[in-house]
Every structure is written in C-alpha cells, then in structure tokens.
C-alpha cells in the first residue's frame, strides 16, 4: 500500500487561512470516510486534530477543519497562528486491513 | 489522565532481536486496540501492527513474518517482539490508543523509544 500526497510544505501569514491536501487511492481515502489529521511539533508526538474527515476531537480548536472529495481529503486551518507551525501529517484507513500514512507536510507560518 | 511509556529502545546489530514495552495507565487498556506506528529519523509516520482488544493482530508488509505484537491486559502493557532487524528497521516507535475499534484513528501517543539497527 503506498503512502499518501501530500505538499512537502505550505506556508501563510498570520490570520490566513490555508489549506493541505492529502491525496489517495480508490482503495483508501476514495473509499473509506476514515481519514484522520495530525499535528506533530519537533521533537514531540503526534496530536490528533480531526478524524473520520471531518470530526474534531473535544479540545482542538474550532480553527482546523477537514473535508474530503473523492480521493482527496484536506484540512483547512484558519486564522492561522504562529503554534501551528508544525508538521501535520492524514492517514486513512486502507483496504487489506492497512493504515496508511501520507508523507507529510511542514507548514511554517511567515 | 491516558499516559503511555514505551521502553525497550536501544542499539542493535542487523540480523539481531529488540523488545518493546508500553505501560498504559489512565484509562479502560482491556477494551482499546492498540497500535505500534514508527518514524525513520526526519521522515514520516508509519504505521507497524495493531492489535484488537480481544487479542486480534494487522502487521504492515513491511514487518510481517518479522515482527510480533502482543498484550497483558493484567499488566497493562503492550509489546512488540521484533527479530531479523534491518536498517530500514531504525526509527522512533511510538505506541497509540486506537479512538475507538482496532486501528483508524489514534488519540493518544506515547513519547516514543528509538531503535537503531546498525553494525
């Protein structure tokens, strides 16, 4: 099972809002609505911010939001900060009992 | 408070063997699958092997045949038993709580122990 698309890097000023896709297959993200989000500051773990595509957990602001389209799920931070600067990384359940991983993607915050 | 200690990390020849351990506390450990998901040194996440809470095992191809997942809901603790180690093998393992089910979403992480595979 190959990993996920996703941009190397994004990046946006303050107060903007920005978007990271995540890009699969017909046999993950275009097929399961069990996409996931995680934030991951250096030299910590991982932090999930949105699971089955669009549900935050309680206690992740209202700024990250997820949405898929056919194969392409994306996570959308707006009003941006400067403690998002961070990687964040989406999985996506797989056919053959898989979990799949994206590459990741750095955003720096200008 | 969800804590996870993964312990076990250390230095090893390829071809050798290494034992993982993950101490869970702060929640219900018997009624969560778990998983192990790795990081090679300034890459990406990975996910290694997954088990239910009835005790069912998911290994990526990548480990399959090499490595072994397991739990003691008596100690709270989980395992990853990982023999004929590789290079590629090297990376940080963290243990996670599966949100609900086996392995979809994961949210809790422990801080991670590192293993090195190299002569």
């Known amino acids: 099972q190959s990993a996920l698309t996703q941009p190397a890097s994004v990046s946006g000023s303050p107060g903007q809002s920005i978007t990271i896709s995540c890009t699969g297959t017909?046999?993950?993200?275009?097929?399961?609505?069990?996409v996931s989000w995680y934030q991951q500051r250096p030299g910590k773990a991982p932090k999930l911010l949105i699971y089955?595509?669009?549900n935050r957990p309680s206690g992740v602001s209202n700024r990250f939001s997820g949405s898929k389209s056919g194969d392409t799920a994306s996570l959308t931070i707006s009003g941006l900060q400067a403690e998002d600067e961070a990687d964040y990384y989406c999985?996506?359940?797989?056919?053959?009992?898989?979990?799949?991983f994206g590459g990741g993607t750095k955003l720096t915050v200008l | 408070e969800v804590q996870l200690l993964e312990s076990g990390g250390g230095l090893v020849r390829p071809g050798g063997s290494l034992r993982l351990s993950c101490a869970a506390s702060g929640f219900t450990f018997s009624s969560s699958g778990m998983s192990w998901v790795r990081q090679s040194p300034g890459k990406g996440l990975e996910w290694v092997s997954a088990?239910?809470?009835?005790?069912?095992?998911y290994y990526a191809d990548s480990v399959k045949g090499r490595f072994t997942i397991s739990r003691d809901n008596s100690k709270n603790t989980l395992y990853l038993q990982m023999n004929s180690l590789r290079a590629e093998d090297t990376a940080i393992y963290y243990c996670?709580?599966?949100?609900?089910?086996?392995?979809?979403?994961?949210?809790?992480w422990g801080q991670g122990t590192l293993v090195t595979v190299s002569s």
């Open positions: 996670a709580k599966a949100l609900r089910g086996i392995f979809i979403t994961f949210d809790y």
């Open positions: 088990i239910s809470n009835s005790g069912s095992t």
């Open positions: 017909s046999s993950d993200v275009g097929v399961y609505d069990y």
């Open positions: 999985s996506s359940y797989a056919s053959s009992i898989t979990l799949v």
């Open positions: 089955d595509v669009s």
